[in-house]
């Protein structure tokens, strides 16, 4: 079936390390996003890429980092930089012709 | 700074009423308008795309979307149990590519 991957679901880390999150999509979709949510809170954009080898900020940014090496591929990691990681993360992509997003199931990081 | 805003709720009806959820956005070049539902502790799932002015149905839903008013609203008929959740408006901003999500809208069908 067509559809978003994320993994892994739930993630625990301890302070000082970067961690990786994994987003793959089989939509043939161009563009890809990561998105946070805090509880109670909207969704706020990390990053985005719109073309493979490129990518952008979001609203977000700082104390993350992604690559977009593969048209399905948009991994996250989560530096040590990051003051506050401890949140849902969400992955998306979309077809440009509806601009409609697709959502992953989310992965949880959970700082201890 | 472009914005969806929308009442945080929680909105609580009983089961079998009609669900009224409403949304502002601030950028008036914003072509495209989205809902989402999104269980406790899942993804958002889109259940509505609206792009011109007026009314979409699409089984118990129905988008309204009035461009002058800068308003669009979701409607769900003869609400279940099963619809409480909260709910994402998002609109394209005027520019294609990302999303711009209110903070959602809790809703509670009560039994």
């Known amino acids: 079936d067509g559809g978003i991957t994320q993994s892994p679901k739930y993630l625990f880390r301890k302070e000082g390390q970067n961690v990786t999150l994994s987003c793959e999509q089989n939509l043939n979709h161009d563009a890809m996003y990561w998105y946070r949510q805090d509880p109670g809170q909207g969704l706020r954009l990390i990053y985005y890429?719109?073309?493979?080898?490129?990518?952008q900020k979001g609203d977000i940014a700082e104390g993350y980092s992604v690559s977009r090496e593969k048209k399905e591929s948009f991994p996250l990691t989560v530096t040590s930089a990051q003051k506050n990681p401890t949140a849902f993360y969400l992955c998306?992509?979309?077809?440009?012709?509806?601009?409609?997003?697709?959502f992953g199931e989310g992965s949880r990081l959970t700082v201890l | 700074q472009k914005e969806v805003e929308q009442n945080s709720g929680p909105l609580s009806v009983p089961e079998g009423a009609i669900a009224s959820l409403n949304c502002t956005y601030s950028d008036r070049g914003s072509q495209s308008f989205f809902w989402y539902r999104q269980y406790s502790g899942k993804s958002p799932e889109l259940i509505m795309s609206i792009y011109s002015n007026g009314d979409k149905e699409d089984g118990r839903f129905t988008a309204q979307l009035n461009k002058a008013s800068q308003y669009v609203s979701l409607l769900i008929r003869d609400s279940q149990p099963s619809d409480s959740a909260t709910y994402l408006c998002a609109s394209d901003g005027g520019s294609q590519g990302n999303l711009i999500f209110g903070k959602g809208t809790k809703l509670s069908v009560k039994p």
């Open positions: 890429s719109q073309i493979v080898n490129d990518f």
């Open positions: 998306a992509s979309t077809t440009r012709r509806t601009g409609e997003l697709f």
